[in-house]
């Protein structure tokens, strides 16, 4: 295997696992809920909102929750690209720049790490507009 492969091994396996934790943050993956239950995604409210009697109060509070957060993430899913086609423009430069490599996956962790905290918060936002039976009962259906 040439130096060139070897190097970009471990750069691609970086993406591939970022990438990876944001759609299962975003609720696409099929990993196993790592809030155990205690926090719960808006489809899963808004596909129970009969059975939760949600108010007009939480949905509302609800969707403007959701919004927030999805303009949010947009913002800063932008950011994420742009690095990650920096450092993959970088790594066709002879020979590769590993610092500047590195500064762009250091860009592209910091964007993941704010939507990930973006989505944390809305999610505990959720969870505060539910009452202490309606989280129950999104437990029980889980």
């Not at 939760?52 to 800063?76: C, D, P, W």
């Not at 920096?86 to 490599?101: F, G, T």
């Not at 990930?116 to 009962?137: F, G, H, P, S, W």
């Amino acid at each position: 295997m040439s130096n060139g492969i070897k190097r970009l091994l471990p750069l691609v396996g970086i993406c591939l696992v970022i990438f990876a934790s944001a759609a299962s943050a975003q609720g696409q993956g099929g990993q196993a809920d790592v809030f155990k239950g205690k926090l719960f995604p808006p489809n899963i409210i808004l596909e129970h909102q009969d059975a939760l009697n949600l108010s007009k109060e939480q949905f509302t509070a609800i969707r403007a929750a959701v919004v927030e957060v999805q303009g949010n993430v947009a913002e800063h899913e932008w950011d994420l690209r742009e690095a990650y086609q920096r450092a993959m423009a970088d790594l066709d430069e002879s020979p590769v720049d590993e610092n500047k490599v590195l500064e762009n996956i250091d860009a592209v962790l910091r964007a993941e790490n704010e939507v990930k905290k973006l989505q944390v918060a809305m999610l505990i936002r959720l969870r505060n507009l539910l009452t202490d039976e309606q989280m129950a009962y999104l437990q029980s259906v889980k």
